[in-house]
């Protein structure tokens, strides 16, 4: 979480590991954001720190650092396993098998899986391990948002790079936790959040526990969601082949780049607007997180 | 519950027993020792009526051979044509339990039907039993549970898919309540019809409600809801269940001042953990609804610690503890959560109404009938 406090021994440790550059995900004073540089549809590479222009809160902020990152990325999947989904089971362990291989050594997988509960069928694990999914058995209804605000407050304040990227048709007949709670559990994490919504036909709604309430503006909660934390909202018309928008995902995610800065001017608590753009002439898109709450917002 | 047992049916029994594959029961497995025979060989040499006979006897899981959703209709038929004989079989004294035998194993099967979209079936099942029952016009005692058993498979079917009961006009609601009226009739000023009641008006509410959208962020309250509630809340009995429900109520009504009273009182009014759970974890939701977010998490603890398997209290606690900075609680909790998910969430079986009661009435069953 980029809000948590900046720890010396955390320093320490990562100075004890020369192959990688040290990094703080997140704290009050030093911060880093995770900016995607695009022209159309085609990431744009070679750019310094003298390239981009970060504000915190309005104040124009000294880049200490910019590199395409070379850090290993925990991927967490979150996948529908309720019953709905019981005829495409097999299919759906061969995409989790498929996403496991396409990570290297150092990366880390997780499958967060939501039904009628959250489950966690394995933890980090490292990238290319076979991935232990027999405890998968799809049953009963789908909680998307506990699943959700479940892998986010569970995000790791590491110096490893976290990508959260979560399947679901949308339908959500069990959480009581909402949209809004994965957008206020997402701004308070260092992950990227992309979320695939898949769907066969039909309307789109999200529906939660026996009440429904009109799905379309929760879908744009959710949407915000995820791009405040600098990741995707997809809504796809049909099934999607899930090992392909991972992978999608994850270049993208390996070819962003990490802006380092300690934050001055600006208040040590509260909610952080941060603003990215690219100095160099032409037109290009800056996929980059919207900001950060640094310290709790709530009191008693 | 005493009863005699005729020589001629121990040696059917007994063969019967012998006939069928190891590992299915316990009962079986002395009789029959370590064979193993292919299930669908199983399902398709044992009748209805064999199962009825091993069911009797205290093997509960025979139901599981006969009770697939293909053939849930064949019991019916099965048992209209053999359970009145196999019923008089042992006497006029014996009848009246063997009718509860064979009822409890009817709404048993008929549990298993009511899981697949062709529930149907499972209810002109339990149609069929219910009306066995009222054969003997004095019921047995042990009769309650059947009852409250079936109120509560109703609630459950009905509870989670209360579209069923638009798509198919108001027959299964009907049915419901025809169910209750019997009930009330044999076992009357039974405080479980009180909740029976409200829940069934409570659920044709909701058929209301998912026929049009939210008001603003509310839903509208049937008074009628409201009122049978209120009244079951004055029996003991029920008191803390109608408290949760109505406070449940004015929380989706926009009055979490008004849920947080009837919510604290019913946590008071209960020694029962789900019951506890289930009225901390709503009274939380209304908390938290009025921005009283430090109380709502102590809220939630308390809910959490009635009943540590609710990962919706865990949830719900975990993010009040994220957003106060206790990180470090919070990650501990969900991550406990999602190694140990169970299904012992009381909040899953809340829009379920009485289902929570439906293993103890099954299991009381199946003692006062053997």
Same mark, same amino acid.
């Given at each position: 979480m980029r809000l948590g406090i900046l720890v010396m021994a955390l320093c320490a440790l990562l100075a004890a590991r020369p192959q990688q550059a040290p990094v703080f995900r997140s704290g009050v004073d030093a911060v880093t954001i995770d900016v995607s540089v695009f022209q159309g549809n085609r990431a744009i590479h070679g750019l310094t720190a003298a390239d981009f222009e970060l504000t915190d809160n309005g104040v124009k902020q000294d880049l200490t650092a910019s590199s395409i990152e070379t850090l290993p990325i925990d991927l967490t999947l979150i996948q529908d396993a309720s019953g709905s989904i019981s005829n495409q089971i097999e299919r759906m362990r061969a995409d989790i098998r498929a996403v496991a291989a396409m990570l290297k050594p150092d990366d880390r997988l997780r499958l967060l899986t939501f039904a009628t509960h959250v489950a966690a069928p394995f933890g980090f694990q490292a990238g290319g391990t076979v991935p232990p999914l027999e405890t998968v058995q799809p049953s009963g209804a789908t909680s998307f948002y506990n699943a959700l605000v479940s892998a986010l407050l569970t995000t790791p304040p590491s110096e490893r790079r976290q990508l959260i990227v979560a399947f679901s048709d949308g339908l959500d007949t069990m959480s009581f936790l909402d949209a809004a709670d994965v957008g206020s559990a997402a701004a308070r994490t260092d992950a990227v959040l992309h979320v695939y919504l898949v769907r066969d036909a039909g309307a789109f709604q999200v529906s939660r526990g026996w009440l429904p309430y009109d799905g379309e503006s929760d879908s744009d909660t959710l949407r915000t969601a995820a791009l405040d934390t600098g990741g995707q909202f997809y809504k796809s018309p049909s099934a999607a082949a899930i090992p392909t928008l991972v992978r999608n995902a994850l270049d993208e995610f390996r070819t962003s780049y990490v802006l380092r800065y300690t934050a001055t001017g600006v208040a040590s608590t509260g909610w952080h607007d941060v603003a990215v753009r690219v100095t160099r002439p032409g037109r290009s898109t800056v996929r980059a997180r919207k900001g950060y709450f640094s310290g709790p917002e709530r009191g008693k | 519950m005493t009863r005699a047992r005729a020589l001629p049916r121990i040696v059917v029994t007994v063969a019967l027993l012998v006939a069928l594959p190891a590992g299915r029961s316990a009962a079986r497995d002395k009789a029959a020792g370590p064979v193993s025979w292919p299930q669908q060989d199983v399902q398709s040499s044992l009748s209805v009526m064999d199962a009825l006979e091993l069911y009797e006897l205290g093997d509960p899981e025979v139901i599981k051979l006969v009770a697939t959703?293909?053939?849930?209709?064949?019991?019916?038929?099965?048992?209209? +044509?053999?359970?009145?004989?196999?019923?008089?079989?042992?006497?006029?004294?014996? !009848?009246?339990?063997?009718?509860?035998?064979?009822?409890?194993? !009817?709404?048993? !099967?008929?549990?298993?039907?009511?899981?697949?979209?062709?529930?149907?079936?499972?209810? %002109?099942?339990?149609?069929?039993?219910?009306?066995?029952?009222?054969?003997?016009?004095?019921?047995?005692?042990?009769?309650?549970?059947?009852?409250? $058993?079936?109120?509560?498979?109703?609630?459950?079917?009905?509870?989670?898919?209360?579209? =069923?009961?638009? %798509?198919?006009?108001? %027959?299964?609601?009907?049915?419901?309540? +025809?169910?209750? @009226? &019997?009930?009330?009739?044999?076992?009357?000023?039974?405080?479980?019809?009180?909740? $029976?009641?409200?829940?069934?008006?409570?659920?044709?509410?909701?058929?209301? &409600?998912?026929?049009?959208?939210?008001?603003?962020?509310?839903?509208?309250?049937?008074?009628?809801?409201?009122?049978?509630?209120?009244?079951?809340? +004055?029996?003991?009995?029920?008191?803390?269940?109608?408290?949760?429900?109505?406070?449940?109520?004015?929380?989706?009504?926009?009055?979490?001042?008004?849920?947080?009273?009837?919510?604290?009182?019913?946590?008071?009014?209960?020694?029962?953990?789900?019951?506890?759970?289930?009225?901390?974890?709503?009274?939380?939701?209304?908390? %938290?609804?009025?921005?009283?977010? @430090?109380?709502?998490?102590?809220? &939630?603890?308390?809910?959490?610690?009635?009943? +540590?398997? @609710?990962?919706?209290?865990?949830?719900?606690? $975990?993010?009040?503890?994220?957003?106060?900075?206790?990180?470090?609680?919070?990650?501990?909790?969900?991550?406990?959560?999602?190694?140990? $998910? =169970?299904?012992?969430?009381?909040?899953?079986?809340?829009?379920?109404?009485? &289902?929570?009661?439906?293993?103890?009435?099954?299991?009381?069953?199946?003692?006062?009938?053997?």
């Open positions: - | 959703p293909r053939q849930i209709g064949s019991i019916e038929l099965e048992l209209i +044509k053999g359970a009145p004989a196999w019923i008089k079989a042992n006497g006029p004294r014996e !009848a009246p339990r063997r009718r509860l035998v064979a009822a409890t194993f !009817a709404i048993e !099967a008929a549990r298993h039907g009511l899981e697949t979209i062709d529930g149907w079936r499972s209810l %002109t099942l339990m149609e069929w039993a219910s009306t066995e029952l009222r054969v003997d016009r004095t019921p047995l005692p042990a009769e309650r549970f059947w009852r409250i $058993a079936v109120v509560a498979m109703l609630a459950d079917w009905l509870g989670q898919f209360p579209v =069923t009961s638009i %798509t198919a006009g108001e %027959t299964p609601l009907t049915w419901f309540e +025809k169910h209750l @009226g &019997f009930s009330e009739q044999r076992f009357p000023k039974d405080p479980r019809w009180l909740m $029976a009641r409200a829940f069934i008006t409570e659920l044709r509410a909701i058929q209301s &409600f998912l026929q049009r959208p939210l008001l603003e962020g509310k839903v509208l309250i049937p008074n009628d809801v409201v009122l049978l509630y209120e009244a079951a809340a +004055k029996t003991p009995a029920v008191e803390a269940e109608a408290n949760i429900r109505l406070g449940y109520i004015w929380l989706t009504g926009g009055e979490p001042d008004r849920a947080i009273d009837l919510l604290t009182r019913a946590a008071t009014s209960t020694d029962e953990n789900d019951l506890q759970y289930l009225a901390h974890l709503i009274r939380g939701w209304a908390l %938290t609804r009025l921005g009283r977010h @430090g109380d709502a998490v102590a809220a &939630f603890r308390r809910a959490h610690e009635s009943q +540590k398997d @609710g990962q919706t209290a865990v949830l719900w606690l $975990a993010n009040g503890l994220f957003l106060q900075g206790q990180r470090e609680e919070a990650v501990s909790l969900i991550d406990g959560s999602l190694k140990s $998910a =169970t299904e012992t969430d009381p909040w899953h079986v809340y829009y379920r109404g009485p &289902f929570r009661l439906w293993p103890s009435m099954i299991q009381q069953l199946r003692e006062a009938i053997r």
